[in-house]
């Protein structure tokens, strides 16, 4: 069983900066890539960026280019979104989720149905 728990959200003005964490537990935690996706109100709960098993694959979506970072450290087990130059368009409530894969695998998984883990979100909001 894969549990993941966000942390980290919260209020922020415009061009501020927010440090979210995604702890990823369970036998197969450490053996997935992670993603962390975000939804407001009335809205499809869209793609940010992803990392691999190995680290070795890293993707964004357009939006976070440029202004966000994903990492993650294996030891802690846990995924990072480090997110500068926020906009009032980033305000959402922010989930991590995980898949299970093979160490070698750096595919670009970026929909919904790609993941069959999720946390519960947390709130980030952006104001202006």
């Known amino acids: 069983q894969v549990q993941l728990a966000e942390s980290g959200g919260g209020p922020v003005q415009a061009g501020g900066s927010l440090h979210l964490a995604c702890r990823v537990t369970g036998y197969t935690g450490s053996r997935s890539a992670v993603a962390w996706f975000r939804q407001t109100p009335g809205k499809e709960r869209e793609f940010v960026a992803s990392?691999?098993?190995?680290?070795?694959?890293?993707y964004y979506a357009d939006s976070a280019k440029g202004r966000f970072t994903i990492s993650r450290d294996k030891a802690k087990n846990t995924v990072f979104l480090q997110m500068n130059s926020l906009k009032p368009e980033d305000t959402a409530v922010y989930y991590c989720?995980?898949?299970?894969?093979?160490?070698?695998?750096?595919?670009?998984?970026?929909?919904?149905?790609?993941?069959?883990?999720w946390g519960q979100g947390t709130q980030v909001t952006v104001s202006s």
């Open positions: 989720a995980a898949r299970p894969t093979i160490l070698s695998d750096n595919t670009y998984y970026s929909t919904l149905t790609d993941y069959g883990h």
């Open positions: 990392i691999s098993r190995s680290g070795g694959g890293i």
